[in-house]
């Protein structure tokens, strides 16, 4: 799983060479937000459910297509996998305050969404606005410290970003 320590070690090995002091002060830098990381990942893993349905609410509010009661079966079923995949993504965003990098987005998220979106005919603007939704939501000191919203913030960036 790629993290700040892993790239580091793996970036080092692969020149031949021992980290250099940037890639230590990285690494250091890393391990300096560990704690307001796993603050946040507490928190999440702690309101996980209401965070998901709040920000799948504020999707289907704005697309209220996605509301229609006359288009049966097919907007249920998406419904139902939008809940899930937002539930999914903030699980992601949990692993990867723990791990420190963003490899459970990578592997698990982010690698192919689009051409599986894509294929399906499945549009991301929803995704894109339950998960914006759920960034402009936090607040700190109400939810958490700011080093730790920050941290939070970043990942919902980089995800969002990867669904844009």
């Keep these: 799983m790629k ?3 892993t ?3 793996t970036s080092a090995d692969a020149a031949d060479r021992f980290p250099s002091s940037s890639d230590l002060e990285s690494v250091q830098g890393s391990i300096q937000r560990s704690t307001a990381r796993l603050e946040t990942a507490e ?3 702690n309101n996980i459910d209401a965070v998901a349905k709040e920000s799948y609410d504020a999707c289907i509010k704005k697309y209220s297509y ?3 009661p006359g288009q049966a079966n097919s907007t249920d079923v998406f419904k139902e996998k939008c809940l899930r995949d937002i539930k999914h993504y903030l699980r992601l965003i949990n692993y990867c305050l723990v791990v420190g990098g963003t490899g ?3 592997e698990w998220g982010i690698a192919g969404q689009r051409e599986v979106y894509r294929a399906l005919g499945l549009p991301t603007a929803p995704y ?3 998960l914006s939704f759920a960034r402009n939501r936090g607040c700190a000191p109400r939810d958490m410290s700011a080093q730790a919203l920050t941290e ?6 980089y995800l969002i970003n990867s669904l844009s």
């Excluded at 939070?152 to 960036?157: C, F, G, K, T």
């Design 128 to 130: 894109v606005e339950a």
């Design 3 to 5: 993290s700040v320590i």
């Design 43 to 45: 928190k999440l893993a």
């Design 66 to 68: 996605l509301n229609d």
């Design 7 to 9: 790239t580091v070690v």
């Design 104 to 106: 459970p987005l990578d």
């Design 152 to 157: 939070y913030n970043a990942l919902l960036d």
